[in-house]
């Protein structure tokens, strides 16, 4: 034999293959990429929502807040409640836009057993922006209902 022949066959190293490239990615890293920009679209939005609707509350408060505080006859600031009153409504309910008389008074109790609006001082809001002479006393308290309607209504959501 020859000594070649008894060492056996040459043999070469075992060979890797090359690493892989990182661009293109694999099919599963674009559906990881897109649902990862879903998920970042619908939070950017439901953000700007947010952000928009808490601007709009202060923004009512901040009016709500001016009229609470302004030096006008009692029928004008009752009026000036009242629009603010009805315009937080129909944020909240939309069919409280056609709402008025009696109807509007037992909306705005809103399931209160006191019922104050239909049965106690906040039922000056039915006929007390459209009358004259006006106390300034029972515009004092219809306030606190008012404002504690009005918040109410600018949380619902």
């Given amino acids: 034999m020859t000594p070649a022949a008894a060492q056996g ?3 070469r190293d075992i060979h890797l293959p090359p690493p892989p490239e990182w661009w293109p990615p694999a099919w599963g890293w674009w559906v990881v990429a897109a649902l990862a920009l879903s998920v970042l679209a619908v ?10 609707r808490r ?6 408060r901040a009016e709500f807040d001016a009229v609470q505080a302004a030096d006008v006859a009692p029928a004008e600031r009752l009026r000036r409640m009242s629009e603010l009153l009805r315009r937080a409504a129909r944020r909240a309910h939309p069919e409280a836009a056609v709402l008025g ?4 008074l037992q909306f705005l109790d809103a399931n ?6 239909s049965a106690g001082p906040g039922r000056i809001l039915d006929s007390g922006p459209y009358r004259r002479g006006i106390d300034a006393t029972e515009v004092e308290l219809a306030l606190p209902l008012v404002r504690r309607r009005f918040l109410d209504l600018l949380e619902d959501p």
């Fill in 112 to 117: 209160e057993a006191s019922r104050p609006f």
């Fill in 9 to 11: 066959p040459q043999l």
């Fill in 101 to 104: 008389g009696e109807a509007w």
């Fill in 43 to 52: 939070l950017f939005v439901l953000v700007r929502r947010t952000a928009a």
């Fill in 55 to 60: 601007r709009r509350q202060r923004r009512l």
